[in-house]
């Protein structure tokens, strides 16, 4: 396995993982799908997903296994507050492998890297399965919501929907003696 940054030759295959990941029937195979929240099989298009990888100050991280399949990924974004956290993302048929995880750990460590006092993320308030998951690895609710602005390219929400924001402190990497 290898955890590395992203590149617009990647975005074929970016586009094809995340929209497989959180839209769609084949969503459903894994535990972390919108599917059931936001109609539609589109999380993300060819122009917005270029945009992310252009962006300033913005990174993807992807994971791919040892035959070189990219099987994950994660959107780093430096802002004033710190790293914000989105779009982690698993192959349906990956998740419970420990990927996700191992995509967490590279974005702290990058958060350290570029000395961010926090790293945070949006969560749908409806997924508490997602937010414990998140707890578990020692994001800690703040107490903010915000109200989640749909993009009609991108599906219709079922529900109403709303975020709740999480937070990890980030803390000084070890310094050798």
């Known amino acids: 396995m290898s955890i590395s940054n992203a590149t617009l030759d990647d975005l074929p295959e970016l586009l094809t993982l995340v929209n497989s990941a959180f839209r769609g029937d084949s969503a459903r195979q894994g535990w972390t799908h919108e599917s059931d929240l936001i109609e539609g099989t589109q999380r993300i298009d060819e122009p917005a997903l270029r945009e992310v990888l252009q962006r300033p100050g913005t990174v993807i991280l992807k994971y791919c296994n040892a035959s070189g399949d990219l099987e994950g990924c994660v959107m780093l974004d430096k802002k004033e507050r710190g790293l914000y956290l989105g779009m982690l993302t698993v192959a349906p048929a990956r998740q419970a492998a420990g990927i996700g995880k191992q995509l967490l750990v590279a974005a702290e460590e990058y958060a350290r890297r570029e000395l961010c006092s926090c790293i945070y993320m949006t969560v749908f308030s409806v997924r508490p399965e ?48």
């Open 130 to 177: 997602l937010i414990a998951w998140y707890e578990r690895h020692g994001y800690r609710r703040t107490g903010e919501t915000r109200p989640y602005q749909p993009d009609p390219r991108f599906g219709v929400p079922t529900p109403d929907l709303e975020f709740v924001v999480l937070e990890k402190p980030c803390t000084a990497e070890p310094r050798s003696a």
